[in-house]
């Protein structure tokens, strides 16, 4: 294990339905990141997170909602998704993303199915 | 603005073979460049990075990346490819002077074909 924890591993849900990826770390990072890898793909990010606060949100439609309630956990919340968000969601963690020499330590990802 | 690219969608190559996959990057000062690997239905794994000193970096599973300033280039190479070295593999940048996240490459599959 990286040390990033993600769950559930795989999630099929359908349009109407809430649900919430969780994303933990137990590295001591200070920021956090979702990261949206579709097929065929580049990785988009999605949203970031520094000492708990939202520092960048990349147009991100509101059917997505982020909530970090401290250094360690991450969620996005889902509601009315529609079948082109099926993708892997990554979560990953970072030292102080102000010092550029620390790379990400990503999670295994969240299989996302929406029917 | 940082950019990465990597100009190969799928690379094969012959087990025992030597491996190159490539990447180019632009940004406005100096770069920070990391490799990291995707195996199937996993997120991406740390491989090596460049920071500063020698252009050579040597990284985990016998891989290694020349940074290269005059071309903007950051090729990852392995002398002797292996069949579990198949995987998707991605260069990222980060804008030591200008930017504050990493921006990644489209990726690049390799196959190493037995």
């Known amino acids: 294990e990286t040390g990033v924890t993600q769950t559930p591993r795989h999630l099929v849900m359908g349009m109407t339905n809430k649900k919430s990826l969780k994303c933990e770390q137990h590295?001591?990072?200070?920021?956090m990141y979702w990261y949206k890898q579709s097929a065929k793909k580049p990785l988009e990010l999605m949203f970031v997170?520094?000492?708990?606060?939202?520092?960048e949100n990349n147009s991100v439609p509101s059917r997505f909602s982020p909530e970090c309630p401290n250094s360690s956990h991450l969620f996005l919340h889902l509601h009315t998704l529609q079948p082109e968000d099926s993708a892997l969601y990554l979560c990953?963690?970072?030292?102080?993303?102000?010092?550029?020499?620390?790379?990400?330590?990503f999670g295994s990802g969240t299989r996302l199915t929406v029917v | 603005a940082q950019s990465v690219a990597q100009p190969e969608d799928q690379v094969n190559v012959a087990e025992g073979n030597p491996l190159t996959v490539k990447c180019t990057y632009s940004?406005?000062?100096?770069?920070?460049l990391f490799w990291y690997v995707q195996y199937p239905n996993r997120g991406l794994q740390f491989l090596l990075k460049?920071?500063?000193?020698?252009?050579l970096v040597k990284g985990s599973y016998g891989f290694e990346a020349e940074f290269n300033k005059s071309q903007t280039s950051f090729h990852l190479k392995k002398p002797s490819a292996l069949v579990s070295d198949s995987a998707l593999y991605f260069c990222?940048?980060?804008?030591?002077?200008?930017?504050?996240?990493?921006?990644f490459g489209p990726g690049t599959r390799l196959s190493v074909l037995p």
């Open positions: 990953a963690s970072s030292q102080d993303p102000g010092q550029g020499g620390y790379g990400y330590t």
């Open positions: 590295l001591g990072h200070n920021a």
């Open positions: 997170y520094n000492f708990k606060e939202q520092t």
């Open positions: 940004v406005s000062g100096n770069p920070y």
């Open positions: 460049y920071i500063t000193g020698d252009n």
């Open positions: 990222a940048v980060r804008d030591l002077d200008y930017g504050q996240n990493f921006v």
